[in-house]
């Protein structure tokens, strides 16, 4: 197992993230707890020490899972991480009882690495508003020991990424983003990792094959990348891109079942980032990818002007693109939480006025009705 030094430990390069756990009859709440400490046996023999889980997961038993799972090893053995869960705006002035029970159900008495969960439009102001006490409560806990290392989750854009660190970045050790070699360009990626970078922070990654979208591709590009690596399994790519990236220290995969911790485990043995043809490769693969679904707005701003409703229009086509892309997720509509109603694509008259002055000649009227229909669906 390649491992990454962080200050005084070395942590596994794949960690394994609990949020995908195997189920039993396919209820996401009941986890079928003899496949999990079969994983995590074999992930613990085959050098993983990093084990993320959250509040949320599995209706709240993903926690409960992995403390029995780990209960047998020694707590010196392995890193568990846990976040506070901001995604819920209702949660914000329970972090003292929330964290209480996060340390319960995981039967551990502090957790190696905690985050800020999912730092985001929908709530970066709450976290930031010092009513709640939150950043101060987790700066105390690592004070007393019971975190050993502080972070945060970023599904946010940059800017409200930077607005968090400018606030707090002070006491923050690491960042979770969402990174893949679809999203260095879709969803800016890029971008945050040179964000983070500024700061010296190393990055943590989520959804490394993008929710298994990049597990398998269509023939065309398999066979294209086949031909540059031909012993290299497909799922490997996305992993090889991200040994590319410097920043990257632990790659969370949520794996579901045994063959799948295998498979990842054995690309992990060996570090082999991608050569410059390799990379534009699959940099290429991922444009053709987004380009089927997506529409091709440069964020020129032109319509914006001629909004008489004055909508955002070219953030509005992103997270339309996003949403089209992912066939729905949770992405969006955490987005558009944040802003008044008057400006989400409901509020489009389809007056086509934009569309006038789009170089792009984006059907825009058309696609804030779909994304009206998506968004309702």
């Keep these: ?8 430990l070395k942590l596994s390069a794949l960690g394994m993230g609990a949020m995908r756990l195997p189920v039993v009859g396919g209820d996401d709440a009941c986890i079928d707890e003899a496949a999990v400490q079969q994983m995590v046996d074999y992930a613990i023999a085959h050098g993983v020490n990093y084990f993320d889980t959250a509040w949320g997961y599995h209706n709240g038993q993903s926690e409960l899972a992995m403390g029995r799972a780990l209960k047998k090893y020694p707590r010196e053995s392995f890193c568990l991480a846990d976040k506070f869960p901001g995604y819920d705006l209702s949660n914000m002035g329970k972090v003292r009882e929330i964290f209480e029970e996060q340390l319960s159900k995981c039967q551990v008495e502090y957790f190696d690495f905690y985050l800020f969960h999912n730092v985001c439009e929908m709530n970066i102001d709450a ?24 972070g945060f989750s970023a599904h946010g854009s940059y800017d409200v990424m930077k607005r968090f660190l400018e606030a707090y970045g002070q006491e923050m050790e690491f960042c979770q983003i969402q990174l893949n070699y679809l999203d260095w360009d879709f969803q800016d990626a890029k971008s945050k990792v040179e964000l983070l970078r500024s700061w010296h922070l190393p990055v943590w990654v989520m959804e490394p094959l993008r929710g298994g979208r990049l597990a398998a591709l269509e023939q065309k590009d398999e066979e294209t990348l086949k031909a540059l690596r031909p012993d290299e399994e497909i799922p490997a790519w996305a992993f090889r891109f991200l040994q590319s990236v410097p920043e990257v220290g632990v790659v969370l995969s949520g794996m579901s079942n045994l063959e799948q911790m295998q498979k990842n485990i054995r690309t992990f043995e060996e570090n082999k980032p991608l050569n410059e043809e390799e990379r534009d490769s ?6 053709e990818m987004v380009k089927k679904i997506a529409l091709p707005c440069t964020a020129c701003h032109y319509c914006v002007s001629h909004c008489p409703k004055g909508l955002a229009i070219p953030d509005l086509l992103a997270l339309y693109n996003e949403h089209c892309f992912t066939g729905g997720g949770f992405i969006a509509p955490m987005a558009l939480s944040a802003i008044p109603r008057e400006k989400w694509p409901t509020a489009c008259i389809g007056c086509r006025s934009c569309e006038k002055v789009c170089p792009q000649q ?7 009705a779909d994304f009206s229909r998506r968004l309702e669906a």
């Excluded at 508003?129 to 502080?150: A, C, N």
Aim: cysteine-free; charged content about 35%; proline content about 0%.
């Design 1 to 8: 197992m390649i491992t990454k030094e962080f200050q005084d």
């Design 127 to 150: 976290y930031l508003d010092e009513k709640y006490g939150i950043f101060q409560y987790l700066v105390e806990q690592k004070r007393r020991g019971r975190i050993r290392h502080l």
């Design 282 to 287: 699959l940099l290429r693969i991922a444009d």
């Design 362 to 368: 984006i059907k825009v009227s058309e696609a804030m």
